[in-house]
């Protein structure tokens, strides 16, 4: 690279890192590729579904050009003394499988990805609730189709509702979550009170063209953590609330 594009490389790399720095109080590989415009935020997601195999091959840049520039990030980093934390990060799916970032899957630039700085401003207490938050496994997510004939690869039927596995989608039935019940986003105190009854739980997501990113609908829980939920909360409990994943699924209206 040449020295003046790898000086405007810099520039446009410190800029993302601090608007990321200054949101969050530390910053991601991630936040300064999406940043710089190198990775779209709806790719990231996709990415994080297992539905690309790693984060470089939707990376617009070529493999130099990103070495470059995670070499710019890491000494900005250690200039401005951020503290380095390994952070893991694991796919949104049965069994949280680990997710790669790069096409070689070297071990070090693995890490290099991995690794979160930390701005030095973080009380003790915010940091220890950072951690907390960043080492929690993220949520699993059931889509909703974009094509209403998509096909379960294990059993081969359809559905409201799939999941991504390595292979492709997979049914709700085949995955195991066929029972749970639909809570639908918008009562933020029983939501919060029916994840924390619920064991299992997933995420309903959609696709938004026109925002390019998956937007939440609502959950999945146990009917039974929805029912204590209610019966705390002293809300009355009609049977019908029960949008049962198989009748009258609300994302579709
Ligand atoms: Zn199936």
């Known amino acids: 690279m040449n020295p003046e594009n790898r000086r405007k490389l810099h520039h446009r790399i410190r800029q993302a890192a601090e608007t990321a720095l200054s ?55 250690t200039a401005k003394k951020l503290a380095p934390s390994e952070t893991a990060y694991v796919a949104r799916q049965p ?23 930390i701005s030095p401003e973080l009380k003790e207490k915010e940091r220890q609730r950072l951690d907390e938050k960043m080492s929690r496994p993220p949520e699993l997510v059931a889509i909703v189709p974009l094509k209403p004939d998509w096909k379960c690869h294990r059993c081969g039927r359809g559905g409201d509702l799939l999941m991504m596995e390595p292979p492709g989608p997979c049914c709700l039935d085949c995955a195991g979550f066929a029972d749970l019940a639909y809570l639908p986003r918008g009562d933020t105190k029983l939501t919060k009170r029916v994840a924390k009854l619920s064991e299992r739980r997933l995420v309903v997501a959609r696709w938004s063209r026109a925002r390019k990113r998956y937007e939440r609908q609502g959950l999945l829980i146990e009917p039974r953590a929805l029912r204590e939920a209610r019966e705390e909360l002293g809300v009355s409990i009609a049977e019908d609330d029960f949008a049962r994943i198989d009748r009258d699924p609300a994302w579709r209206r």
């Open 23 to 77: 949101e969050k109080k530390y910053v991601s590989a991630i936040d300064v590729l999406v940043g710089i415009g190198w990775l779209a935020p709806g790719n990231v997601d996709a990415w994080r579904q297992k539905r690309i195999d790693y984060l470089e091959r939707v990376i617009n840049a070529n493999l130099s050009r990103i070495s470059e520039a995670m070499h710019l990030f890491r000494s900005w980093a």
């Open 95 to 117: 069994g949280r499988p680990a997710l790669r970032f790069s096409k070689s899957g070297d071990p070090g630039i693995e890490r290099q990805y991995r690794t979160h700085w």
